[in-house]
T-cell receptor, first 116, second 114 residues
Framework: AQKVTQAQTEISVVEKEDVTLDCVYETRDTTYYLFWYKQPPSGELVFLIRRNSFDEQNEISGRYSWNFQKSTSSFNFTITASQVVDSAVYFCALSEALAGYSTLTFGKGTMLLVSP | KAGVTQTPRYLIKTRGQQVTLSCSPISGHRSVSWYQQTPGQGLQFLFEYFSETQRNKGNFPGRFSGRQFSNSRSEMNVSTLELGDSALYLC?????????????FGPGTRLTVL
């Protein structure tokens, strides 16, 4: 069965530090998508990035970067030069072709606290 | 384009009551999914509706049900509320096409059961 593990429950950093959030997934499907969502205190899930299982090219977008490695079933997320506004809960999620992509399996989330 | 809207935003109920939550998807989207978020279990998939039909269902008891109307708006109902049903209920909409399509989440309805 599909599973997403975010081993880090909470991370605290000081502003301007770099921080990496870890995500490990399990799936029997060969075609799937991986996501990162951000949930600020307001509660709404904000989409950050999507990667499909055939695209291992890593990406940098501003202060955000992602490292997808199928060999280790990991999809890690890095924020460089963190800011107080980055404080939120971050979720990694998996969507499988076998399930018609209609469901998302989420990890438990990592709470990131960025202090001034 | 208006985003996903959920009503009400907050609800307080007592054990044994029932509750109905509403979700209006993004215009043109035909798929609506519901998720429950609790501190203990995290985010869990409840069910997905596409064109008024339930297409997928998570592992929740029959007290949790839903429906979708012809305008794609969806409601979920929880009967005989239990304390453990206290949660943030999130709705997500997508186009629902066979190939991958992004899910957009609403702000959620926070349900408190006393």
């Amino acid at each position: 069965a599909q599973k997403v593990t975010q081993a880090q429950t909470e991370i605290s950093v000081v502003e301007k530090e770099d921080v990496t959030l870890d995500c490990v997934y399990e799936t029997r499907d060969t075609t799937y998508y991986l996501f990162w969502y951000k949930q600020p205190p307001s509660g709404e899930l904000v989409f950050l990035i999507r990667r499909n299982s055939f695209d291992e090219q890593n990406e940098i977008s501003g202060r955000y970067s992602w490292n997808f490695q199928k060999s280790t079933s990991s999809f890690n997320f890095t924020i460089t030069a963190s800011q107080v506004v980055d404080s939120a809960v971050y979720f990694c999620a998996l969507s499988e072709a076998l399930a018609g992509y209609s469901t998302l399996t989420f990890g438990k989330g990592t709470m990131l606290l960025v202090s001034p | 384009k208006a985003g996903v809207t959920q009503t009400p935003r907050y609800l307080i109920k007592t054990r044994g009551q029932q509750v109905t939550l509403s979700c209006s998807p993004i215009s043109g989207h035909r798929s609506v999914s519901w998720y429950q978020q609790t501190p203990g279990q995290g985010l869990q998939f409840l069910f997905e509706y596409f064109s008024e039909t339930q297409r997928n269902k998570g592992n929740f008891p029959g007290r949790f049900s839903g429906r979708q109307f012809s305008n794609s708006r969806s409601e979920m109902n929880v009967s005989t509320l239990e304390l453990g049903d206290s949660a943030l209920y999130l709705c997500a909409s997508s186009s629902g096409l066979v190939s991958y399509n992004e899910q957009f989440f609403g702000p959620g309805t926070r349900l408190t059961v006393l």
